[in-house]
């Protein structure tokens, strides 16, 4: 605030630091984890082991209940996958020794779907956390709106679609996810990039080159 400047805060995870950028949005924007949403402590290492560990790390429920009010009231501005794709033999050893994070983008969608399904927010919330969201906070150019001259970027979900994660499906070079076995509701069906289709049905069908994201500035 003294110098006039925006700052940007990834990975909250505890409720005191929510208290605290709730009473400054004047100046910072939000930005949480599907993880922390979803899984908490200290189930998680009791099932997951090191798989679970990432950093920040995952905390109680009562830190996750506080992300969820942040959420409803507008104090987060992003949802974010934090994709890590560390290896299971890389993660197989005993905790310092083992790589923070897990792996995140293919699931972030799913998972956040589900949590809509389920009603910890409106579907409308979602899109505005994972699309509109990032482009006002990053100043992404020539996204989110279908018009001339704009990069035809689409996701298309069925959020009705059953579907159980599983390691099997990843498409990551870690081969594998915290929520293999879990079942939700909602799924992504098809993704465009760039007017192509990429993605029907779990499938990918064709890979693009990659294009440098433009921001206004």
């Known amino acids: ?25 004047d100046t910072a924007t939000v930005e949480v984890l599907p993880n922390h949403l979803t899984l908490s402590a200290p189930e998680c290492y009791e099932e997951l082991g090191t798989l679970a560990q990432q950093n920040p790390p995952i905390r109680e429920k009562y830190h996750q209940e506080a992300l969820w009010r942040a959420i409803d009231d507008g104090t987060v501005d992003i949802i974010a996958s934090d994709h890590a794709p560390h290896t299971l033999e890389e993660k197989s050893g005993t905790y310092p020794n083992t790589p923070s994070g897990t792996p995140g983008v293919q ?22 956390l994972m699309a509109y969201g990032p482009i006002k906070v990053h100043k992404i150019k020539n996204k989110c709106s279908i018009r001339k001259n704009y990069d035809a970027d689409f996701t298309i979900v069925d959020p009705k679609k059953s579907h159980i994660i599983t390691n099997n499906e990843q498409a990551s070079k870690s081969a594998w996810t915290p929520y293999d076995g879990k079942k939700i509701q909602g799924m992504p069906v098809i993704t465009i990039i760039r007017g192509n289709i990429v993605m029907r049905e779990g499938e990918l069908l064709t890979r693009i080159n990659p294009k440098p994201i433009q921001f206004n500035i």
């Open 1 to 25: 605030k003294k110098h006039n400047r925006h700052v940007h805060v990834l990975h909250i995870t505890t409720s005191d630091e929510m208290d605290f950028l709730r009473q400054n949005k």
């Open 107 to 128: 699931t972030l969608l799913p998972i956040m779907l589900d949590h809509a399904a389920n009603g910890k927010l409106s579907y409308e919330r979602l899109v505005d």
